[in-house]
């Protein structure tokens, strides 16, 4: 640090000071008392989806459909990233707490933009290889002066609110096990509760609740059953164990992770988790045999106390099509025929909206809310859905809605109950399936899914991915209208008593607002980026302010998209805060990079080891890199890579030489030949691709 750098730091902190000795309460202020009345503190944004309820719904009007037009930029700042940017910010009077790729965090000044302070939790760069959907983070919760984030590398951290120093931390993982952490933290009753993601690589899932003060461990609860040979953890997990087969606790752990909804009801005193899906995704691999395989892909209620299990609602019996129920969870009271009930509503990634009672799990109503050809419906009586055979694969493909990507994924959706609409961020994508070519053996350095890779993330055209905002009734259970966004992995939702709806839409890189009564788009900025997070709103001396922390990412983005860097799309990490009459602008576009010469292909190279080349790239690549070789715009697109780093593929790959630049070593699975071959896949089509361009 230099002198003038420490001057600033010194500066920055002293304004820092300054802010939370005159600020009303500030984060030491936040307590279960103050969320559970966020409603009369309307000015800010205390917890995930603002209120324990997660509605994303804000009472702030004073931005509304008469006046969106006039929303300008307030300030922005470049977060020096441009990996996938996920997180919902906390506000706490005036200071928002944000979290980004690799687990940073970040303290601003909701005044000026200014950054109070920043939190790197330093995580191996190595680990982003057991990151299945890019190193995201989804946000931190904050409560007692304290900041919590979960880092991708399984440590949840707490922070010092006023300076951004550690005060404790503890892994929550098995450091041997491929573990990451995308979700937000939630604190409720005095404890920090947080789940964890990886069952692409394979691994067992479950949920810990942390004493908020100290970080000592209070309770564990798992949702899928381990090797029955031990004992059992709870009566859950017996009850679970009679509904799987084979030894799924030894090819890759069951899965069921809780990557994002961990919802407190303090009306009720319940947890509720959205489950994740089956490890590994074939249940033919996972549970030869069959059976429903709780508590994957379902919604669970816990008692927050001690963890113990109160009712689940299973929306996927027996799981083979990554259909998690991780979406989020908002809670409301509708009345649905003539009575007045406490619901859970869930659009999970299987196309179906459910309405349940929160108090005992029921299914009060279920519908399909977009293209959905795995099931006919579900069977009111029964609360199962009705599936249709041919969806359940096996060598033979079957191409189903939805994909792996979801109807919805994590993007979060929003209730306004002045509409009594919920705003989902959806999508059509068809997915293909089979089972793995050769079986299946379980290998925890790499993606273990029980289905043929290649297939699953190359036969589907991009022609066939479609999204748009969906607004849906869900007393009804119907569409009110939608907004077609010409692609996929739109951005998550806020509504406001201002009768907007504000996403971010990733086509041409937007960031809109829509009316909520009609969906009528009123007001929209080039955000230079695709944007998926969620937005929030707050206030500040009276004046309203809408932030999103706005940048592409996440799987969709890695895997290929449909939004790579293009005209006015550069894909730049940003926070972006507006208010009406704002007038800041965003840095020049950058110009679009020089695509350079492909190399020739290495001489002696043939179709077959092409071929092998391809088969290595979709196995160990592509999850980053993307399909074919067609990078998504998150990170650099390969096949445009400078001659010299064509040069350089073994030490990349075997000795981790871009290791720092979150390009991971694969010494361990790959050998040199190996690598040799992906390289010339690899070249084989930039040489393809500078043909193509030179054609248009
Ligand atoms: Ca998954």
């Known amino acids: 640090m230099t002198a003038s750098h420490r001057l600033i730091a010194h500066l920055r902190a002293a304004a820092a000071a300054v802010l939370l000795a005159t600020g009303p309460a500030s984060a030491a202020g936040v307590d279960e008392a103050r969320i559970r009345a966020a409603d009369t503190e309307p000015g800010n944004w205390l917890a995930h989806g603002r209120t324990y309820s997660e509605q994303r719904y804000s009472p702030l009007d004073q931005i509304d459909d008469k006046n969106v037009g006039r929303l300008g930029l307030a300030w922005s700042i470049d977060l020096g990233t441009n990996r996938g940017v996920e997180a919902t910010p906390i506000v706490v009077d005036g200071i928002l707490y944000a979290s980004g790729p690799w687990s940073v965090v970040w303290a601003v000044d909701g005044r000026s933009g200014e950054v109070l302070w920043t939190y790197d939790p330093e995580v191996p760069r190595q680990w982003g290889r057991n990151a299945c959907c890019d190193v995201v983070n989804r946000g931190v919760a904050v409560w007692k002066g304290r900041v919590y984030v979960g880092t991708i590398d399984g440590r949840l951290v707490a922070l010092d609110a006023a300076t951004g120093e550690p005060e404790w931390q503890v892994r929550t ?159 409301a009271d509708l009345e649905i025929e003539g009575r007045q009930r406490k619901v859970l509503m869930q659009a999970p990634k299987n196309g179906f909206f459910y309405v349940l009672d929160r108090a005992t799990g029921e299914l009060i109503s279920a519908e399909a809310f977009a293209q959905v050809t795995w099931a006919a419906g579900v069977d009111p009586i029964t ?16 191409i189903v809605y939805p994909s792996p990507f979801g109807a919805h994924s994590w993007h979060p959706m929003s209730f306004n109950p002045e509409t009594g609409l919920v705003y989902i961020p959806a999508q059509d994508i068809p997915g293909a399936y089979n089972l793995e070519p050769g079986g299946f053996s379980y ?67 937007r960031f809109a607002a829509y009316a909520a009564d009609s969906g009528k788009e009123l007001w929209s900025f080039p955000a230079q980026t695709g944007i998926v997070a969620g937005p929030v709103t707050w206030a500040l001396d009276d004046v309203q302010y809408v932030t999103v922390m706005a940048g592409w990412g996440g799987v969709f983005g890695l895997i290929g998209g449909d939004a790579a860097a293009s005209a006015g799309v550069r894909h730049v990490g940003r926070m972006l805060t507006f208010k009406l009459d704002g007038t800041a602008e965003l840095p020049a576009l950058a110009a679009l990079p020089a695509i350079p010469e492909p190399p020739a292909l290495p001489e002696g190279v043939g179709e077959v080891a092409l071929k092998e080349g391809q088969d290595l790239y979709h196995t160990n690549c592509v999850m980053c890199h993307g399909a074919g070789v067609v990078g998504g715009g998150v990170l650099k697109d390969i096949r445009h890579s400078e001659a010299e780093v064509f040069e350089v593929y073994r030490e990349i790959l075997l000795d981790g030489l871009y290791v720092e630049r979150g390009m991971p070593a694969f010494d361990d699975l790959l050998t040199a030949e190996q690598v040799e071959k992906i390289r010339a896949f690899v070249i084989s089509k930039a040489i393809e691709d500078h043909a193509f361009r030179n054609r248009q």
Do not use: C
């Open 383 to 398: 609360g199962r859905p009705i599936e249709i055979p041919a969806a359940r694969y096996n060598e033979a493909r079957a």
């Open 443 to 509: 290998d925890p350095r790499k993606w273990n899914l029980g289905t043929d890779t290649l297939v699953t993330m190359t036969a589907i055209p991009r022609e066939a991915v479609a999204g748009h905002l969906l607004a849906w009734d869900p007393v009804a259970q119907k569409e009110a209208w939608r907004v077609d966004h010409g692609g996929a992995w739109n951005g998550g939702t806020l509504t406001t008593a201002g009768n907007l709806v504000f996403q971010g839409v990733a086509k041409g890189g």
């Open 173 to 331: 993982i098995d450091p041997k096990k491929p573990y990451t952490i995308t979700g937000a933290p939630r604190v409720a009753k005095g404890m920090v509760i947080i789940g964890n993601g990886g069952a692409e690589l394979g691994v067992r899932g479950y949920v810990t609740a942390y004493d908020a003060e100290t970080g000592e461990q209070r309770w564990r609860f798992y949702t899928v059953p381990g090797n029955p040979a031990e004992p059992f953890e709870d009566a859950a997990m017996a009850r679970a164990a009679t509904t799987w087969h084979g030894r799924w606790w030894e090819v890759g752990g069951g899965g069921g992770t809780v990557w994002d909804a961990i919802v407190y009801d303090p009306e009720l005193d319940l947890l509720y988790l959205g489950v994740g899906n089956g490890s590994p995704w074939s249940r033919q691999t996972r549970s030869p045999g069959g059976g429903d395989n709780l508590y994957l892909s379902s919604i669970v209620a816990l008692r927050p106390d001690n963890g113990d299990m109160v009712w689940w609602y299973q929306t996927t019996p027996g799981d083979t099509w990554d259909y998690t129920a991780t979406q989020p969870i908002i809670l």
